[in-house]
């Protein structure tokens, strides 16, 4: 008796992990269906009947990305540098830290969507207001709105750390043009 409901047991289980993974899947795909519609592209054909939004956006992205490049070639340069220094450890830490934290901020920014970095609700709130009501079910955000505000705190993340690299690559070359003199 006690197997037969070990057995019941082990399928409802198996059964909530399905409806669960078939849930995720659902949700992201109606993500994923509103984030091809509803996002603007940085070029519209409608508005912008002489590209000229499309040109700006597009030197915008080269402009950030090299200087991205830049920023990030340096920080190797002057980590290789100061690892042959005397007493330049402190300098030496705070540039390898920046130098990963920039990895993983690029590493985000240039991630693609899944059902692991979409933060997808535990519930549908719809269809919880029509089966609990509407003051039972507080207000949730969209996927949409969600994921554009962790896009935008990437970016926002990502200008900070350009702004430190480059205070400590300052530091650096005062550091460096110091023992020459």
Do not use: W
């Amino acid at each position: 008796m006690a197997d037969f409901l070990e057995e019941i047991d082990d399928k409802v289980d198996s059964n909530r992990v399905a409806d669960q993974a078939d849930f995720l899947m659902n949700q992201f795909e109606k993500f994923t269906h509103d984030y091809r519609e509803k996002t603007e592209p940085s070029c519209c054909a409608e508005t912008d009947t002489d590209h000229s939004n499309c040109e700006k956006a597009e030197t915008q992205q080269k402009r950030a990305k090299k200087e991205i490049v830049n920023i990030t070639r340096k920080l190797q340069k002057a980590l290789v540098s100061l690892e042959m220094m005397p007493n330049s450890s402190d300098l030496l830490i705070a540039l390898r830290d920046k130098n990963s934290e920039l990895r993983d901020v690029i590493v985000k920014l240039n991630s693609e969507f899944s059902t692991s970095s979409v933060p997808i609700p535990e519930y549908d709130t719809v269809d919880m207001k029509c089966l609990l009501g509407d003051e039972q079910v507080p207000n949730q955000k969209t996927l949409l709105e969600l994921v554009q505000e962790d896009q935008k705190e990437v970016q926002r993340n990502l200008d900070r750390i350009l702004v430190e690299a480059e205070i400590l690559l300052q530091e650096y070359d005062h550091i460096k043009h110091g023992l020459k003199n």
